[in-house]
């Protein structure tokens, strides 16, 4: 698109040329365009596509990083695919996704939606800045603050006990069913920042003539919001859902800081059980076997997303 | 803008599939099996050598007794000087095999678990010096865990690390709620240290402060292993000895025991996520009767509980037994690349038997100094926790047996079998068998890839 517009743009600069001259000055531009991409090019490939070759290479080895590799061809995939344990792994990570997708979109969609109508002041700036701080909060921090907001005497218990649910009251992280939903807390609380300013951003970028002629038609503000700002915002859910899907599937820092997949194996998760085999187990073959694999289920969740949201007929 | 934006991608593809052509005509990752790290025996010497020598130590952040010791050999012999990086124990156990691979490998590495080290090739074998300097003359125990054969089982074959420190586990207990419930005396049998973990609940307070976020119940679940079980069968299994098992009835008994202390909760409500510095903090405030630990804490708890704490040795199933304790070496290793083999092991043997640095040693780690038996023990107040657990110490070196931790069997057996089962058991979810079945199976599945 903007390829085109540019050369719209230029045509009068360059009275008429033979068709021929033009085509040839085309293609050469064309290779001009790959020197300014080189280095980008050349970094992402020695940085992204060589470690994942190197990946896939090492996935088909028996390896503890330092002694003789044995090629063992399918095998570590095998063992990750059979293996009960390794599934529930997986499994827990499409858990995950309730609590970094679901309920920051939903809750992002309905902050977003709230401030769109406030006037431009101090309290909407407030709101945004406390939304957005857990994005710039490192997640080692933030695991280790969330460890103390979880424990035994923790804020949490001491509210539940306030509000009068002393009963509920548990040491989050050490019980095995609340483990999980507590640890994927923390990832709604990062996340839901993100999402409610990508959406706030969107919304500013919907025709306020829509809302208007909704609104003489006599649109309460449930109906504007469902017909009118849900379709105007596909493609910014599009790319939260995208985003956050990601950071549930490949989540490592917060659970590696807060629980390291226990008590048992109730939170383990793909990206550390990846880095667990590798640096502590040191089977580098069978980690690269689940990386690979990691990959393939992010792009397999991911790819139909994209081509739901971001269709160019919208 | 479409006949623009193809041959990129064409290109992108092209150079992808390249890559991957060229990388994978390469031959496999890792090292030739032809590497050997064997050095000519007897080529050592124990003679200093007095030109100026830097030696590289790669040690672990928050230990400071090796830097303390070698700023007094540093002023016994002033042309050796040390050039000292430290790690969080984590990241140091997972850059040590990358790290001596390297070309500039250091001196000596803080290394916990030696045997896939050495099976590699990373490792200096030590018996030439274990010859030139005699240390033969060492109790043979306090080497046993640090030789590794040609299978690479541990317990027996060459020497590949020291301990700087060697250490013994037990039972700390408070004092002042030991005689709010009439415990006068530490227990001699596991049924007493049940009573009075009976006595602590019945009395409202903590029977036993533990940490178990990565697995910390194992200290309890060994120290009744230990007792429950012929110590050479643990050992066994702990040096990876071909057809040895944890699934046995002693580990089953002992696993029991825990769950029924659980269920019975002598552990704190959050025992699965409390994380060893607050086990300790909390303990050492007075929280708790009983905490299962090694005598490294000794000379901590020493200043923040002064004559408030107390340690006795894992007590026996039957009185008069032969106390048994788990406990270790803090080992350090050479690196087979290292420039400087004859000046660290000058150093090592230097730090076993020189009088200052073994003071350095108790005072600083609250550890037995290891070294020559006829060597003395350096002296320590007598009212000090840390003369307890040297006291203890000896008591096992004398009468009793040690016994390596069941975590260093295999390197993922802690964090992948261990941590897991117990935590699982403390909770009440799996039965004392499937726990020790679940150990198993993961250090067979460990073993046999």
């Avoid at chain 1, 985003?243 to 917060?254: E, H, Y």
């Avoid at chain 2, 050598?49 to 400071?64: A, H, I, M, S």
């Avoid at chain 2, 350095?360 to 060597?375: E, M, N």
Wanted: hydrophobic share 45%.
């Amino acid at each position: 698109m903007t390829l085109t517009h540019q050369e719209a743009g230029r045509t009068p600069e360059r009275p008429a040329s033979a068709p021929r001259a033009r085509r040839g000055r085309r293609s050469r531009r064309r290779w001009a365009h790959l020197v300014y991409v080189a280095p980008a090019l050349l970094m992402y490939g020695f940085f992204v596509l060589k470690p994942l070759v190197t990946s896939v290479q090492y996935s088909l080895y028996d390896w503890n990083g330092i002694g003789p590799a044995t090629w063992v061809g399918l095998d570590n995939y095998r063992r990750v695919l059979t293996d009960p344990d390794q599934l529930s792994i997986v499994g827990h990570a499409f858990e995950l996704i309730i609590f970094f997708t679901a309920v920051p979109v939903f809750l992002g969609l309905v902050a977003a939606a709230l401030m769109h109508g406030l006037p431009q002041g101090s309290f909407s700036t407030v709101a945004r800045t406390v939304l957005f701080i857990p994005q710039v909060i490192p997640l080692v921090a933030a695991g280790i603050v969330w460890d103390w907001v979880y424990s035994s005497d923790g804020i949490a218990n001491q509210l539940l006990s306030a509000v009068g649910l002393g009963g509920v009251t548990r040491p989050w992280l050490a019980d095995f069913s609340a483990a999980l939903p507590a640890v994927g807390l923390i990832g709604s609380w990062v996340m839901l920042g993100l999402c409610t300013l990508l959406l706030l951003t969107g919304i500013n970028k919907i025709d306020p003539s829509l809302y208007e002629a909704a609104r003489i038609d006599g649109a309460n503000r449930f109906r504007e919001f469902v017909h009118i700002t849900l379709p105007g915002l596909r493609r910014e859910i599009g790319v939260c859902v995208t985003v956050t899907m990601i950071a549930a599937l490949a989540s490592f820092d917060i659970i590696y800081i807060s629980t390291q997949g226990g008590p048992g194996r109730s939170t383990m998760v793909p990206g550390v059980e990846i880095y667990r085999l590798a640096f502590t187990q040191r089977e580098i073959g069978q980690a690269s076997a689940m990386a690979v694999i990691l990959m393939v289920l992010v792009l397999v969740t991911i790819v139909p997303i994209q081509r739901l949201t971001q269709r160019s007929d919208a | 803008m479409i006949t623009t934006s193809r041959p990129s991608r064409r290109f992108l593809a092209a150079l992808a599939v390249t890559a991957t052509v060229a990388l994978t005509a390469c031959s496999a990752p890792g090292a030739d099996e032809s590497t050997t790290s064997d050095q000519a025996a007897g080529d050592v010497s124990t003679e200093l050598t007095d030109k100026d020598v830097t030696l590289n130590l790669y040690l672990e952040t928050g230990f400071p007794i090796v830097e303390e010791l070698s700023k007094e050999f540093t002023r016994q012999n002033p042309n050796i000087t040390f050039k000292i990086r430290s790690d969080q124990f984590a990241a140091l156990t997972e850059n040590a095999p990358r790290v001596m691979a390297s070309d500039d490998a250091p001196d000596l590495i803080r290394l916990p678990t030696i045997a896939d080290s050495a099976s590699d090739g990373l490792l200096l074998n030590l018996d030439p010096y274990y010859e030139a300097y005699g240390w033969d003359q060492f109790p043979a125990s306090q080497l046993e865990q640090m030789r590794v054969d040609d299978e690479g089982s541990r317990g027996s074959g060459s020497l590949y690390a020291l301990g700087v420190g060697y250490s013994v586990t037990g039972v700390y207990y408070n004092k002042e709620i030991a005689a709010e419930i009439g415990m006068d005396e530490p227990p001699t049998t596991i049924d007493e240290l049940e009573d009075d973990m009976a006595a602590a609940k019945a009395a409202g307070e903590q029977p036993i402060m533990q940490f178990n976020d990565i697995g910390g119940a194992a200290f309890p679940f060994q120290a009744l292993l230990n007792q429950y079980s012929d110590p050479a069968d643990v050992s066994d299994w702990i040096f990876q000895k071909p057809g040895a098992t944890i699934d046995t009835d002693a580990a089953v008994e002992a696993a029991t025991h825990l769950a029924d202390w659980a269920d019975k909760g002598y552990f704190t409500d959050d025992v699965n996520s409390l994380d060893y510095t607050n086990m300790v903090g909390r303990f050492a405030k007075g929280e708790g009767l009983f905490m299962f630990d090694g005598d490294w804490e000794s000379a901590n708890l020493d200043k923040s509980m002064g004559d408030k704490v107390g340690f006795f040795l894992m007590p026996t199933e039957e009185e008069g037994g032969e106390p048994v304790a788990m406990g270790a070496p803090n080992t350090y290793v050479v690196p087979a690349k290292a420039a400087h083999p004859d000046e660290i092991a000058y150093f090592l043997n230097w730090l076993h038997t020189d009088e200052k640095a073994r003071q350095i040693i108790v005072d600083d780690s609250g550890a037995a100094p290891g070294g020559p038996a006829s060597l003395p023990v350096p002296e320590v107040p007598e009212t000090s926790l840390t003369h307890q657990t040297l006291a203890a110490a000896a008591t096992i070196g004398e009468s009793g047996v040690l016994t390596d931790f069941v975590a260093n069997a295999t390197s993922g057996i802690y964090a992948d079998g261990i941590r897991p089962e117990l935590q699982s058991l403390l909770d009440g979810r799996i039965s004392p068998e499937d726990a020790v079945k679940g150990i198993q199976d993961e250090y067979e599945s460990e073993l046999g890839s």
